[in-house]
């Protein structure tokens, strides 16, 4: 298996630029899921690995060295895409042994039948690819991508054409292959959930740029801006102003009106911020009460739930911006009443300056 590198890679069509300098590593065996926006550059990030496009400028290396002058056929790259791309006059067996051409014939029939026990087709075999299920469609595509055991699998939202309850059971299945045959893999997806659920990393994209790298963890627990905090599952950005840095942490009173709370930020992020300066706090969902049994209390009026089974979504205004509670079960308080609500200043999460000015991303995408 390889270790995959890219640095300071860019590709522009001609006025739009797809990909803006991005950097990062993926370990050999590691799982990396790629997320972000549509028309956010991913898919041609994928394309450049792969050798289907050149990067303007930049290095993409397997295990160190320079790839960008080996074909695509030479890199030895598996993919598998949105569309299954397999070929409807052959069968699921043949489909499978096209990825296997240049060995020798005797050893297809073994390689075949291995991996079609790999991916749970066994006896689907003979199929014409127009006869499979989407799901069924979407294994056969994944083993052949497999057939030649590539040093490196990329799977290009391989499952956003299923329903629901089906991509749980791929994406689980994908994972449990992924480890099994310890191939370093890069996933690219926009839903944000999928990423979270199937990674050992994830790369947060928006704009061509990469915007973040770091476990499921933490980019859903520490966004290294906002774009992450926002698009990373669903968390509240308060606005506020510092008060005081201290050795306590950063104080920040919420705007316009409300308490003034104290964060407790690393070092490197402390040393940042100043007093009198706009912070922006992140809270997440499961993280607020609608009670007043924690420290930070504010009142709001509930403008409406969504009864979800076993969880709710309360929608509140608060001084006119919007917050959302996720609570176990049921709500108490009907829509229109007023609350109170409460959270920790542990679990309020200061958003980290920007090492960018606002606006300098390059605008396209979206
Ligand atoms: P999606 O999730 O919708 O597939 P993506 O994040 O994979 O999107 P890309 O397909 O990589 O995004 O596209 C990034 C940007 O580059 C988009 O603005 C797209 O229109 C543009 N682009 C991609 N390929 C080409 C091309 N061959 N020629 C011109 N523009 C292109």
């Not at 690995?49 to 030479?74: H, N, Q, T, W, Y």
């Not at 052949?144 to 956003?160: F, N």
């Not at 690393?266 to 420290?295: N, V």
């Not at 403008?303 to 076993?310: H, N, S």
């Amino acid at each position: 298996m390889v270790e995959v590198r890219l640095e300071g890679v860019t590709k522009r069509f001609e006025e739009v630029l797809a990909v803006d300098e991005a950097s990062f590593a993926v370990g050999e065996g590691e799982f990396l899921a790629l997320v972000g926006p549509s028309g956010c550059g991913k898919t041609t990030i994928l394309r450049l690995i792969a050798g289907f496009e050149r990067p303007d400028s930049g290095e993409i290396l397997f295990d160190g060295k320079s790839v960008l002058g080996l074909p695509p056929e030479a890199r030895r790259v598996g993919m598998v895409f949105q569309n299954y791309a397999l070929f409807p006059h052959m069968t699921v067996a043949e489909n499978i042994a096209y990825g296997l051409r240049g060995r020798r014939r005797t050893d297809h029939r073994k390689r075949v039948e291995e991996l079609l026990r790999l991916v749970g087709l066994e006896g689907l075999e003979q199929r014409s690819p127009g006869e499979l299920s989407a799901g069924q469609r979407q294994r056969a595509a994944l083993a052949r991508a497999l057939a030649p055991e590539p040093r490196l699998l990329l799977l290009d939202e391989p499952l956003s054409a299923l329903d629901a309850k089906l991509r749980e059971r791929l994406r689980l299945e994908i994972r449990r292959l992924q480890r099994e045959l310890r191939v370093t893999t890069i996933y690219v997806t926009h839903d944000q959930e999928e990423a979270l659920a199937i990674s050992d990393l994830v790369a947060v994209m928006s704009s061509g740029r990469i915007e973040q790298v770091g476990s499921p963890w933490e980019v859903y627990n520490r966004p290294g801006t906002e774009f992450v905090a926002s698009f990373i599952g669903r968390g509240n950005l308060l606005e506020g102003v510092v008060t005081e840095v201290s050795a306590r942490g950063i104080e920040v009173r919420l705007m316009p009106q409300g308490p003034e709370i104290v964060v407790s930020a690393g070092a490197g992020e402390s040393s940042c911020y100043r007093a009198g300066q706009a912070a922006k706090l992140l809270i997440r969902p499961e993280r607020i009460r609608l009670d007043g049994s924690l420290e930070n209390r504010l009142r709001a009026r509930l403008k409406g739930v969504e009864f979800l089974g076993d969880s709710s979504w309360a929608y509140l205004d608060w001084a006119g911006q919007e917050l959302r509670v996720k609570l176990a079960g049921a709500t108490g308080p009907a829509e229109g009443e007023e609350v109170e609500l409460s959270f920790a200043s542990s679990d309020c999460y200061l958003i980290p300056i920007s090492p960018r000015p606002p606006g300098s991303a390059p605008g396209h995408g979206g």
